[in-house]
T-cell receptor, first 109, second 113 residues
Framework: DAKTTQPNSMESNEEEPVHLPCNHSTISGTDYIHWYRQLPSQGPEYVIHGLTSNVNNRMASLAIAEDRKSSTLILHRATLRDAAVYYCILRGAGYALNFGKGTSLLVTP | SQTIHQWPATLVQPVGSPLSLECTVEGTSNPNLYWYRQAAGRGLQLLFYSVGIGQISSEVPQNLSASRPQDRQFILSSKKLLLSDSGFYLC????????????FGPGTRLTVT
């Protein structure tokens, strides 16, 4: 699977939007872009995924660059419960989800 | 709705002792099941996956084994634990073999002393 690059950490104020970037310059044409998040001492939680078009769901939005070499997870109004490690994962044909180190999001009141 | 259970939540075991971690899924049939391990400060590593009863595939060579005696039950075992087996063990399920979304259980934190 192709590799993703994310900042180690980001910080946001509560109730403000958060834009979490992910670079994936070696993405193949069939790789889906997935985002999961993991709260401390819990299992990962699926957030959103997309292929080419921008996607919205109740948790977040995913903006995908036209060349698909980068994407951004958008949390429209951060809450304290959104503090977690966010993983950007390229999903190819394999069974495994290849979690890297992700971005640790700190939300301050 | 579907739920996934894991137990125990925490476990402290001496080196050389056996291990059995259990995972069960409710509210779905024929799930694809996965065991992951997360070592301290590292990402998740897929250990085993199963597409059906008795069908187990291993992703990495290791001291552990897995079994699926029933459709919605997945067990992770070891005959003799090593210090390097310490970590956070996560069970997950998906609807298809390469399902888009995987749903994770609460995890078992294993410390081998």
């Amino acid at each position: 699977d192709a590799k993703t690059t994310q900042p180690n950490s980001m910080e946001s104020n509560e109730e403000e939007p958060v834009h979490l970037p992910c670079n994936h310059s070696t993405i193949s044409g069939t790789d889906y872009i997935h985002w999961y998040r993991q709260l401390p001492s819990q299992g990962p939680e699926y957030v959103i995924h997309g292929l080419t078009s921008n996607v919205n769901n109740r948790m977040a939005s995913l903006a995908i660059a036209e060349d698909r070499k980068s994407s951004t997870l958008i949390l429209h109004r951060a809450t304290l419960r959104d503090a977690a490690v966010y993983y950007c994962i390229l999903r190819g044909a394999g069974y495994a989800l290849n979690f890297g180190k992700g971005t640790s999001l700190l939300v301050t009141p | 709705s579907q739920t996934i259970h894991q137990w125990p939540a925490t476990l402290v075991q001496p080196v050389g002792s056996p291990l059995s971690l259990e995972c069960t899924v409710e509210g779905t049939s024929n799930p694809n099941l996965y065991w992951y391990r997360q070592a301290a400060g590292r990402g998740l590593q897929l250990l085993f996956y199963s597409v059906g009863i008795g069908q187990i595939s291993s992703e990495v060579p290791q001291n552990l084994s897995a079994s699926r005696p029933q459709d919605r039950q997945f067990i992770l075992s070891s005959k003799k634990l090593l210090l390097s087996d310490s970590g956070f063990y996560l069970c997950a399920w998906s609807r298809s073999p390469r399902g888009t979304e995987q749903y994770f259980g609460p995890g078992t934190r294993l410390t081998v002393t």
